[in-house]
């Protein structure tokens, strides 16, 4: 997939939104975000992710993230949009700002781009505190979003964060359950990360490589 990637830097543009205009590393900034993108309004799968946000974002609140959706059409389309969504979503309030890009100018930038149909993608970009990527979903236009994993994805990037990386989450890995320690770390560096202690797999290579750490 050509553009920017996983550890690119998100291009520092300003764009015209739901809300007011601002510059991308502004509004990145001092926190993670969740850039997502549509490929135009009042489409059906669309419509209803927007709503999905809408409707966990006190679970994006509660984790100190923030919401940036995208979509290729103007503001007043925008705000048109957002009754259908709310309405389709009952208990949805769409509160996070949409990017306008009526000229598909943005998204390409952004590489949201969907290489099958040569156009603009569902796309989702977790963003981190310096304006670089951490994780990228692209979706094809047959398939809608899970929000659940999308939080499932965040949790464990945002805990990787807080142990520097030193840490890594399993198959299927919860938010209330055990990590993995980095290969690249000594035991004697996994007693101080871990003072509560951790256990070594045994096995048959006894090579001691898979090493799990309680961190609830």
């Not at 505190?129 to 951490?134: E, L």
Request: with cysteine; charged share 25%; aromatic share 8%.
């Amino acid at each position: 997939m050509p553009g920017i990637t996983l550890g690119d830097t998100v291009p520092n543009l300003e764009v015209e939104t739901t809300h007011d205009k601002f510059k991308l590393h502004d509004y990145f900034s001092n926190s993670w975000t969740v850039l997502f993108s549509h490929p135009g309004d009042f489409t059906p799968v669309c419509t209803t992710e927007l709503g999905a946000m809408a409707k966990y974002a006190n679970e994006f609140e509660k984790r100190g993230v923030k919401l940036l959706g995208l979509s290729c059409d103007d503001i007043q389309s925008h705000k048109d949009w957002i009754k259908d969504i709310e309405a389709f979503t009952p208990g949805s309030k769409v509160k996070y700002p949409i990017i306008a890009d009526p000229n598909k100018e943005i998204i390409p930038q952004l590489n949201m781009i969907d290489p099958i149909e040569n156009g603009p993608s569902r796309a989702l970009h977790i963003v981190g505190p310096d304006s670089k990527i951490k994780l990228s979903f692209l979706y094809p236009s047959t398939t809608g979003r899970n929000m659940d994993e999308v939080l499932r994805a965040l949790d464990s990037l945002l805990i990787a964060s807080k142990y520097k990386n030193k840490i890594a989450t399993p198959v299927n890995w919860k938010s209330d359950e055990p990590v993995v320690i980095s290969p690249a770390v000594s035991d004697e560096e996994a007693n101080k990360i871990f003072p509560q202690g951790f256990k070594t797999a045994d096995l048959p290579s006894k090579k001691g490589y898979l090493r799990v750490a309680d961190v609830s």
